[in-house]
């Protein structure tokens, strides 16, 4: 299945790719590339100029992906696998894949602290990801 043509994406980890403000970020404009540096700045202390704000994906080639994401040992494990996310690797409990989703596991905590529209926008999608590859796995194991 190529994920790349279907209209939502997920990461290598069960983020929701396709909501990231990173995602094809270049070609939602240059203000918005900057409102989303000045809202990471504010909200994950996170240092990332406008020409560093794209993102193809995690699964896609380095090249293409959020320059974070490129050291992602999960995301180099799916790709060297030739997966599209751990929901397709047998391994149910696997070490690499755990340390990525830790990452995230914090988000949620934001919606306390932003207002309802900026956890839209740049927390919503970092949440819910171990459910979010927990479904895609059963679905993926129901198909086989």
Request: charged share 25%.
């Amino acid at each position: 299945m190529n994920r790349r043509t279907e209209k939502t994406m997920m990461s290598a980890c069960g983020v929701l790719c396709s909501s990231c403000p990173a995602y094809y970020a270049p070609k939602k404009g240059t203000r918005y590339q900057k409102r989303t540096v000045e809202a990471w700045q504010r909200i994950y202390r996170m240092h990332v100029t406008v020409d560093q704000l794209s993102c193809c994906g995690c699964t896609g080639p380095d090249e293409d992906v959020f320059h974070t994401s490129r050291r992602c040992k999960a995301r180099c494990c799916c790709r060297f696998k030739g997966f599209s996310s751990y929901a397709e690797c047998p391994i149910v409990f696997c070490a690499l894949l755990k340390k990525a989703q830790s990452v995230w596991d914090g988000v949620p905590n934001l919606l306390n602290k932003l207002s309802r529209t900026y956890f839209t926008s740049y927390a919503q999608p970092y949440c819910g990801h171990r459910e979010r590859l927990a479904s895609a796995r059963a679905s993926f194991q129901n198909k086989k």
